[in-house]
């Protein structure tokens, strides 16, 4: 019979066993390209209407409507009128594309000239390391990011706003808090009804140019 000694014993116990369990790495986060059409359907309603569905209770005249655009702007490109909290697609022949949006609260909001680099349907969301330091309690559970999906804070879709090749973290996108919509509510986006982005993303061309006017507080200091 073979003797088993300690040395031997622990010898085959490094065999058998490794050592303390490493902390599982957290999935990258994902959106399920197969299930963006369900999630579409999920975020606009029956008999869907832009210029008269409302389930979200807003007031009117945050519902999308075709305006006359000013003369001389560029069609293609986006100009947010953080004021009224209005955002214009500027279409050929004069016209405009006018939808009700939200801007960010207090100081985060910044005017500004920007390109639509990229966009995405229903995509991830990372909160900056900014949003974390200034808001853990908010923030810093979402560090790791978040799945795309109904629930996502950048909803159905996100137009990505550079300067230059530089990405400034702004983003229009949708937002699973329609009640925003009208008001200052976000960390430096602008918001958007998800149904009302839905229409706009396919009018929207990347390298289009996204103006961003300065809001109600900064016009009172000047």
């Not at 019979?1 to 994902?30: E, W, Y």
């Not at 500027?90 to 909001?109: C, F």
């Not at 300065?214 to 200091?221: K, Q, S, T």
């Amino acid at each position: 019979m073979t003797k088993l000694t300690r040395r031997h014993f622990i010898a085959a116990s490094t065999l058998l066993f490794s050592g303390p369990i490493a902390q599982m790495a957290q999935a990258a986060p994902v959106s399920r390209s197969d299930m963006w059409s369900t999630w579409d359907s999920q975020v606009t309603p029956a008999n869907y209407d832009p210029a008269t569905s409302n389930p979200w209770g807003f007031h009117p005249r945050f519902l999308p409507v075709r305006v006359q655009a000013n003369d001389g702007l560029t069609p293609g490109d986006i100009h947010v009128d953080a004021v009224a909290r209005y955002l214009y697609h500027i279409e050929e022949g004069g016209t405009a594309m006018r939808y009700g949006v939200a801007i960010a609260r207090g100081n985060l909001y910044e005017a500004g000239t920007y390109t639509v680099r990229r966009k995405a349907k229903w995509p991830i969301w990372t909160p900056t390391a900014a949003m974390v330091k200034r808001e853990p309690e908010r923030y810093e559970r979402y560090a790791d990011g978040v799945d795309g999906g109904p629930s996502n804070p950048l909803g159905s879709r996100a137009l990505y706003l550079y300067v230059g090749n530089r990405d400034t973290y702004l983003r229009i996108h949708g937002t699973p808090e329609p009640g925003s919509i009208g008001g200052r509510a976000s960390s430096g986006c602008v918001r958007m009804v998800m149904a009302h982005i839905i229409d706009l993303y396919e009018s929207v061309q990347t390298g289009s140019t996204a103006i961003l006017y300065p809001a109600e507080d900064a016009l009172a200091r000047t």
